[in-house]
């Protein structure tokens, strides 16, 4: 089966001022459209064209670099444009919360360790929030394309939350002030979407 571009619940323009609609239409139209057709380009005719997105992750080859990125890239994007909302911000509610708390000791204490995987992250790459079948949720960063899922790659849980750090997803608006737009991100973070996720998990 060919992976699709996936459309967006919001136009260009609705998450603003924080993320410009410039930069969303590039990201989403450009980037993320270029990653989906690399991707069916390098799985054609092979095993993986039956597989989903999390399988052909999960049991991915490293140093199959076309799927790695594309592949990577694909599903980054994908979660990465659900997890954001018009009306987003504010702090997660219930067992998240919780979890959240519980892990870090207060939301304030998660936002600075999640800023701080995004802001230390050299060069391009993300920061995620996963989550444990136990329940428990933990922060990390990852380089390029490359996430979770992928074995042997930083946190050991499924993402549920992450942010771009990749040029691409900010220059436009922040230049290199990538912390500012680390803490814009935080105004656009549909949680009732991330407890889902984190749901579905644990």
Request: charged share 20%; with cysteine.
């Amino acid at each position: 089966m060919a992976f699709e571009l996936p459309s967006l619940s919001y136009d260009y323009n609705e998450l603003e001022p924080h993320i410009d609609a410039r930069t969303m239409e590039i990201h989403h139209s450009k980037h993320h459209n270029g990653y989906t057709t690399n991707l069916n380009n390098a799985i054609t005719d092979t095993p993986l064209a039956d597989l989903s997105i999390e399988e052909i992750l999960d049991g991915l080859d490293l140093n199959n670099k076309a799927v790695r990125n594309n592949g990577g890239g694909f599903y980054n994007h994908c979660l990465f444009w659900e997890i954001m909302s018009p009306n987003g911000g504010g702090l997660p509610k219930g067992v998240l919360f919780d979890a959240i708390d519980n892990e870090f000791g207060s939301f304030e204490n998660f936002k600075t360790e999640f800023s701080k995987a995004a802001a230390t992250q050299f060069g391009s790459g993300w920061a995620w929030l996963c989550a444990n079948k136990d329940g428990s949720v933990e922060v990390c960063s990852t380089a390029n394309q490359d996430n979770p899922l992928m074995p042997g790659i930083s946190c050991s849980g499924t993402p549920i939350l992450g942010i771009d750090v990749w040029e691409h997803a900010y220059y436009l608006n922040y230049q290199n002030r990538r912390p500012d737009y680390i803490n814009a991100f935080f105004n656009v973070i549909n949680w009732e979407k991330v407890t889902s996720l984190y749901n579905d998990i644990t």
